[in-house]
């Protein structure tokens, strides 16, 4: 089958322009949904191991003013449409270990000729606090683990043995808000580890002002055609390459780069992306790509392709201080630790009398947003009751 369209995410970028969330949230959910679609079964030989398209893209905004969701869940219901493999937001990390395993899949290696097994599923969140839970430092971990896609994870646990993912592939796309990442990330994942492996995407405010959506109904036909090629995209297999003329650009570019490093004049000069300046090369390379895969079936990185990757990767990192800066001052941090410990003090609570008691802190709305993110995380039970709310502690394994 040929493709339809000259590229998938320009063509994407054109079907949500009807969206009050920023083009920069279209288009790196875009670039999420590619990598979703190539899965494991496309590669680039990087030293000794490979590259695999996978990304771990996090976009951070307001809550209610970015229309953070409106990026996500396109993308999200194409991958759906195709039967994909995701995993939603609300789950224990062992049972997003055992979807992870359920999704076992083979494909011919097109490179080679043989048969390859992968376990390759996407997540596609709209709320990256109720995935990870609170400084969930275990789950954290398994996160950094996966990003560099294994051949086989193997996890071994006292008393129902050992988990075994073959072809491990994880992508994840998430939303949060800049205030909820305290609470999210541990002292370990920050800078290193974790976010290290992150794209941070981060705006303050909305696109453009639509005060009435469906004057402008999505076009049916462009979404059939972003979804046939996308399919294509998916039966991809094989090796990407980077053409001559690229290698020779990265190769100027990487020795620019470490050389601004060791000097002392990188464009990311906090400390906290340390990590992640890393690891940009292999940032630069996963969005190299997808925008490839973007545009055609040759799997190579042209040049077009690697100046694309950059300059969207460049963009990006202009506003990716701003979560860093945002880590140590967060407007509710010091007012969730207090509520956390008061609720477990009390067990059970009633919504009334936090309020008489925290009125020098937070008011109705503040403690409603703080009480909605620990009841996506598992800490507490919210329940409604006739003329008031109860909030009750739940103990860590806790099913309710």
């Given amino acids: 089958m040929a493709r339809r369209l000259k590229d998938w995410l320009s063509t994407h970028l054109d079907f949500t322009d009807n969206s009050e969330a920023p083009l920069s949230y279209h288009t790196w959910a875009g670039i999420s949904c590619i990598a979703a679609a190539l899965q494991r079964k496309t590669f680039m030989r990087w030293s000794s191991g490979k590259l695999y398209p996978n990304n771990y893209i996090i976009i951070v905004g307001p809550s209610g003013r970015c229309r ?16 994909i493999p995701t995993i939603g937001e609300d789950n224990s990390q062992e049972a997003v270990i055992l979807d992870i395993r359920h999704a076992l899949t083979n494909f011919t290696d097109a490179t080679t000729g043989k048969m390859r097994f992968q376990c390759a599923v996407s997540c596609f969140l709209e709320e990256l606090a109720v995935f990870t839970g609170q400084q969930n430092s275990t789950f954290l971990a398994y996160l950094t683990n996966w ?21 491990m592939c994880f992508n994840l796309l998430a939303a949060t808000a800049p205030d909820w990442l305290p609470h999210i990330l541990t002292r370990e994942a920050t800078g290193g580890g974790f976010t290290s492996r992150c794209i941070f995407v981060v705006e303050t405010e909305r696109r453009k002002i639509i005060a009435n959506p469906n004057l402008l109904i999505p076009d049916k036909l462009l979404r059939r055609d972003l979804l046939h090629d996308l399919e294509l995209i998916h039966m991809l297999t094989g090796e990407f390459e980077l053409d001559p003329e690229t290698q020779t650009t990265y190769e100027d570019w990487y020795r620019d780069q470490c050389e601004r490093d060791d000097s002392g004049t990188s464009t990311l000069p906090d400390p906290l992306f340390d990590g992640y300046r890393g690891r940009r090369p292999v940032h630069l390379i996963k969005t190299a790509m ?21 300059t969207l990767l460049t963009e990006t990192e202009e506003r990716m201080g701003d979560v860093f800066a945002g880590l140590g001052r967060a407007r509710y941090v010091e007012e969730t630790d207090m509520l956390i410990s008061y609720i477990e003090r009390h067990r059970v609570v009633k919504k009334s009398q936090v309020l008489q008691d925290f009125y020098r802190n937070l008011d109705d709305a503040s403690l409603d947003a703080i009480t909605k993110v620990l009841s996506g995380m598992k800490v507490i039970e919210v329940e409604r009751i006739p003329g008031d709310i109860l909030y009750r502690f739940l103990e860590q394994g806790d099913p309710s």
Wanted: proline fraction near 3%; charged fraction near 35%; glycine fraction near 6%.
């Fill in 290 to 310: 997808c925008l490839s895969a973007s545009r055609g079936d040759d799997l190579t990185i042209t040049p077009y392709d690697f100046n694309r990757a950059l």
């Fill in 147 to 167: 990003y560099d896609s294994r051949d086989k994870w193997t996890r071994r646990t006292k008393h129902q043995g050992t988990d075994e993912i073959i072809g």
């Fill in 68 to 83: 953070k969701g409106d990026a996500i869940m396109p993308v999200r219901d194409m991958i759906a449409e195709l039967n």
